[in-house]
Nanobody, 127 residues
Framework: QEQLVESGGDLVQTGDSLTLSCVAS????????MGWFRREAWKERLFVAG????????FYADSAKGRFTVSRDDAKNTLYLHLNNLKPEDSATYFC????????????????????WGQGTQVTVSS
């Protein structure tokens, strides 16, 4: 079973920055498209950002555009999410997810696209 482990969550203030990391246990990481999602307590998991395998095309939710940046380092089997200008409404548990399938059509915002999930890392932004 493939494993994903997130880290980097913290309690920060409005306007601060954070970088979240997601390390994969598998050397197949470079074959996966990856996504970041977040979930507030008692709410559904929402798409934040995605990045394809290979050329690394990126996708963002409207709430993330201009403030968050997704990137990957295949040599380190690691996915990143750089969070800038954080707001209290960004407070959530952030999850990374991996898409391990050969189907060409990729809908990064769809949770059913992903095969493996991490346990999450908590980001809390105080006002």
């Amino acid at each position: 079973q493939e494993q994903l482990v997130e880290s980097g969550g913290d309690l920060v203030q409005t306007g601060d920055s954070l970088t979240l990391s997601c390390v994969a246990s598998s050397n197949n990481f470079n074959k996966w498209s990856m996504g970041w999602f977040r979930r507030e307590a008692w709410k559904e998991r929402l798409f934040v950002a995605g990045i394809t395998r290979g050329r690394g095309h990126t996708f963002y939710a409207d709430s993330a555009k201009g403030r968050f940046t997704v990137s990957r380092d295949d040599a380190k089997n690691t996915l990143y999410l750089h969070l800038n200008n954080l707001k209290p409404e960004d407070s959530a548990t952030y999850f990374c997810a991996a898409r391990d399938r050969a189907v060409a059509v990729y809908k990064p915002e769809d949770t059913f696209e992903y095969d493996y999930w991490g346990q999450g890392t908590q980001v809390t932004v105080s006002s």
